[in-house]
Nanobody, 124 residues
């Protein structure tokens, strides 16, 4: 069974940066399109960014465009989320997710494999 393990979360001041990592335990990592989502208390899980299997397409939520960058290293079975210019409203649990069916989906429903999440807290 494929496992996704996120790391890199923590507490940071507004304007700071964090890099999240998601290690995927699959020999077929290159077959997975990957995404990052986040969920703040009382809110639904929302799309943040996605990257295609071949690393040639990326999409971002408008709220993070220009500040966050998603990337992947297929040799390391890892996907990253570089977060710059963080704001208090970025505070949430961040989840990585994967799908072998769709290429760059932005909907929670289209991902079938999820990590356990990592907390990101941005103080003002």
């Amino acid at each position: 069974q494929v496992q996704l393990v996120e790391s890199g979360g923590g507490l940071v001041q507004a304007g700071g940066s964090l890099r999240l990592s998601c290690a995927v335990s699959s020999r077929s990592f290159s077959r997975y399109a990957m995404g990052w989502f986040r969920q703040a208390p009382g809110n639904e899980r929302e799309f943040v960014a996605t990257i295609s299997r071949s690393d040639d397409s990326t999409y971002y939520a408008d709220s993070v465009k220009g500040r966050f960058t998603i990337s992947r290293d297929n040799a390391k079975n890892t996907v990253y989320l570089q977060m710059n210019s963080l704001k208090p409203e970025d505070t949430a649990v961040y989840y990585c997710a994967g799908t072998t069916i769709y290429n760059t989906p932005t909907s929670v429903r289209l991902y079938d494999t999820w990590g356990q999440g990592t907390q990101v807290t941005v103080s003002s």
